[in-house]
C-alpha cells in the first residue's frame, strides 16, 4: 500500500488510492443541509461520532418531532461569521470528550459533501470553543474512506 522513499517518507502509490476515497488528517467540508457551504474539519480515526461547533442551541417540540435550533461560527478565529440552522434531533446520547468528561448531547442527521462525494452522517452538537476546529468528522461517518495522517486539504481548498 504505502513504501518508503529513499529519505524515509511514505509515499502513496495511486493504485491503491483507488481502493478508496483518500483524504487527509484536515479538510474542508460542506454540510449543505444546514447551509454550511465550507467548514474546516479535522479527521478523526480516534473518535466514534462526529460533533460541530454549535452555540445558543435550542430543542423545541414541532408537530411531535425534537427540532434542534443552533447558531454556527464555520471559519476559525471567527465569530462574526454566522451560519444559523435547524435540523430534527435523531438522538440524544451521553458522549466522553478527548478530555475523558463525559456530556450528554443532541445528535441530528445531515449530509456532509467531501471529495466530490455527499452522504449523510450523525453529528453531535456541542460548544468547541476551546477547540482548533468547528468540525471532527469521526469514524462512522468514513465510508470508503482512508486517511494519510500525513497529508492535509487533499480534497481541495473553497475559493476565496
Known sequence: MTSNG??????????????????GWR??????GLGIEYIKAKIDTG???????????????EAGVKIARFGVHPYQ??????????A?????RSVRDSGGHREWRFVIETPVRMA??????????????????????GRTAMRSIRVDPLASFL???PPE
Open 77 to 86: 478565529r471567527d465569530t462574526e461569521t454566522v451560519t444559523w440552522c435547524d
Open 27 to 32: 479538510e474542508w467540508v460542506s454540510l449543505p
Open 47 to 61: 473518535a466514534r461520532t462526529s460533533a460541530l461547533h454549535t452555540f445558543e442551541l435550542d430543542v423545541a417540540h
Open 155 to 157: 480534497t481541495g481548498r
Open 88 to 92: 430534527p434531533v435523531v438522538d440524544e
Open 116 to 137: 466530490n462525494r455527499e452522504w449523510p452522517i450523525e453529528i453531535t452538537l456541542t460548544a468547541r470553543d476551546t477547540m482548533l476546529f468547528r468540525m471532527l468528522v
Open 6 to 23: 529513499a529519505n524515509g517518507d511514505n509515499l502513496i502509490n495511486p493504485a491503491d488510492a483507488a481502493e478508496g476515497t483518500l483524504i
